[in-house]
């Protein structure tokens, strides 16, 4: 029963068609020749875009300077899905929309009144529906600019790729030279505290303490040896270089053995100094351009024949169901 009522809706919805035909036939027409205005209005865009693979590293000295060279910190290693995602979030931070939006004016490029209560909103949103970044199936990311002009399209994606080391080399440099004036002010204390304790071994060598234990092993031979062949003068003199060695000998041992552990740290911290130079006051560059934009030869908004094509569908499929609306309620 279900099947022959279906027969029926489907020969009485031919029969509507058929009977109808001429009018469809007028919309179509019609449709498509407005939607053939409309599309030629619309203006052209150009589409310019970028390709590049983020690196794997921001320290310098990590990839430069360090023991693990050549490891997971190789600044010739191409980076991964992370290191992809963070250009994606700084490519879409306001620092960069806000360079790109002042150096190509695009508030008179879009055509916004700058006496609009909304038009940082509306700018926003220009930018946001024109420039956009994406991750590609290969794990690249893809600055991607339309604009009316295919010249400025392509400018705009290359000054963006370009925004990205600025600004990620900006983010860096301000946590470097922190990290560097840090590790200087150790290094110089460490530097300071090192030499006060030579100074001090300076002055013990000035009463004749030169190296504890041999000297104090080969006084007490010599006194010891005086003492056996009766020369008291000698004994007296080597008594008394003993008393000097009993009196500076202890501290002589405890700033020597301080003062090679401290120079040890010195060195360590020298060279942590010398990386951290090295990451305040140089740069590197974070990504790897595999293509850079070029003006488009041709426009790649609008579509214009998709445009005609579903706005014709469009009407004619509305048209249609009002037909069937009218001949059901005159049928009944």
């Known amino acids: 029963m279900a099947q022959s009522n279906d027969a029926i809706n ?16 007028i919309i179509c027409l019609i449709s498509i020749l407005i939607s053939s205005v409309f599309s030629l209005l619309i203006k052209d865009k150009y589409e310019s875009s970028v390709i590049l693979y983020p690196t794997t590293t921001s320290s310098i000295s990590k990839a430069l300077i360090a023991e693990n060279y050549g490891g997971k910190d190789d600044v010739l290693a191409f980076g991964e899905i992370e290191e992809a995602e963070q250009l994606i979030q700084i490519l879409n931070s306001d620092e960069i929309r806000d360079r790109i939006i002042e150096k190509f004016n695009l508030i008179e490029h ?19 529906s024109n420039i956009s970044f994406k991750l590609t199936k290969f794990l690249a990311v ?16 290359n000054e963006i790729s370009m925004l990205l080391d600025t600004v990620k080399n900006r983010m860096r440099h301000e946590i470097a030279v922190k990290a560097f ?33 041999s000297q104090a092993e080969r006084i007490t031979e010599q006194m010891a040896t005086a003492i056996l062949q009766g020369k008291k003068v000698a004994a007296k003199e080597l008594e008394d270089k003993l008393a000097v060695l009993s009196k500076y000998g202890g501290a002589y041992v405890s700033i020597r053995d301080q003062l090679e552990y401290e120079k040890k740290q010195l060195t360590f911290i020298h060279a942590k100094y010398q990386e951290a130079k090295v990451d305040a006051e140089n740069n590197l560059q974070h990504k790897f351009i595999v293509n850079k934009a070029t003006p488009a030869e041709k426009a790649t908004y609008p579509i214009r024949w998709l445009i005609v094509v579903i706005s014709t569908l469009g009407a004619i499929l ?5 037909i069937i609306l009218y001949n059901r309620s005159k049928s009944k």
């Open 10 to 25: 489907n020969t009485q919805l031919i029969k509507i068609i058929l009977k109808s035909k001429k009018a469809l036939i």
């Open 110 to 128: 879009y055509d916004i009144d700058r006496d609009d209560d909304f038009k940082r909103t509306k700018l926003a949103n220009c930018y946001k």
């Open 142 to 157: 893809e600055i991607k600019v339309l604009d009316y002009s295919a010249d400025t399209a392509a400018l705009i994606a």
């Open 181 to 213: 004036e840090i590790v200087k002010n150790q290094y110089g204390s460490q530097k300071q505290y090192v030499q006060e304790l030579e100074d001090s071994l300076t002055k013990l060598r000035g009463y004749g303490v030169i190296d504890y234990e």
């Open 318 to 322: 509305v048209s249609l169901l009002f």
